[in-house]
């Protein structure tokens, strides 16, 4: 693993993936040939029109996708050559995923719902319920943890996919529009815990958005376009802020 500098280096290094979809007439390349990767300590976000390939390489990345060509290595793990048991049990030990479509169970409980990564990790029912309840109140739902997700607007359950990716304090997390569905406010709250997270040495966070309003959260953007990274910049540190929508 490359070093850059002692506080920040690469967990996530995706080379030359390839990746399509159908057969014969039918198929259609969505990642051609990407390369990219993700260095702790930092928020890397990647942007790019819809149906580019954003949503299939964030699932190569977290290995629920197979690739057909290329490597993955995610913290020294080379993604295709581990077994499926064990890529499952590395998954849900190293890696917090906000999905697009949020993916809550609707018969469990918020709480039940933000628990999940825990008890997969053997934690007691009590303990995680405990957890899951504290990180509801990280993201303003601390009150309405014995609610089930139906019950919830959009962005509620957004941020209740947001606890359920954070509360184990995986090393990498990767979110696929995590911002999309949340109003300015809530939008800033996350934005802090995912700042957070990546502030610390030794854990990352990707992040595919269209919402410019967090854009300067970002410590690189890299720009995806019809299966391919076409450019990729890092940001300088300014001061993260979350650009309110009609803010002058
Ligand atoms: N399981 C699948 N089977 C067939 N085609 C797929 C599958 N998953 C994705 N695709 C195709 O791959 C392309 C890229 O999809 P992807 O979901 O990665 O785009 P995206 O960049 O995330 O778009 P959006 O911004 O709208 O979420 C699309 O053309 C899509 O139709
Ligand atoms: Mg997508």
Not at 146 to 173: D, Y
Not at 174 to 200: H, K, M, W, Y
Request: glycine fraction near 8%; hydrophobic fraction near 40%; charge should be neutral.
């Amino acid at each position: 693993m490359l070093d850059l500098t002692p506080s920040s280096r690469i967990v996530v290094d995706v080379r030359n993936v390839q990746k399509g979809f159908g057969e014969g007439a039918n198929r259609v390349a969505v990642l051609k040939n990407v390369s990219i990767e993700a260095r702790t300590g930092e928020i890397m976000m990647l942007v790019g029109p819809s149906g580019c390939g954003k949503t299939t390489l964030l699932s190569a990345i977290a290995g629920t996708l197979q690739i057909e060509s290329g490597t993955i290595n995610v913290f020294g793990n080379e993604l295709e050559k581990m077994s499926g048991s064990a890529l499952t049990r590395f998954r849900a030990a190293n890696i917090g995923f906000i999905f697009q479509q949020f993916n809550l169970i609707p018969t469990l409980t918020l709480a039940e719902n933000v628990g999940v990564p825990l008890l997969i990790q053997g934690i007691s029912s009590s303990k995680a319920l405990k957890r899951s309840r504290e990180m509801l109140d990280k993201v303003g739902l601390g009150e309405r943890w014995s609610e089930r997700p139906n019950k919830l607007s959009g962005g509620q359950q957004q941020r209740v996919a947001i606890a359920r990716a954070l509360v184990h304090e995986p090393p990498l997390v990767i979110c696929d529009e995590p911002t999309a569905a949340l109003d300015a406010q809530n939008g800033e709250i996350v934005l802090d815990l995912f700042r957070q997270v990546a502030r610390s040495p030794e854990r990352a966070v990707i992040i595919v958005t269209h919402d410019s309003r967090i854009f300067s959260y970002a410590d690189r953007i890299a720009r995806m376009d019809d299966g391919e990274i076409v450019d990729v910049k890092e940001q300088t540190s300014q001061q993260p802020q979350f650009v309110h929508e009609h803010a002058h």
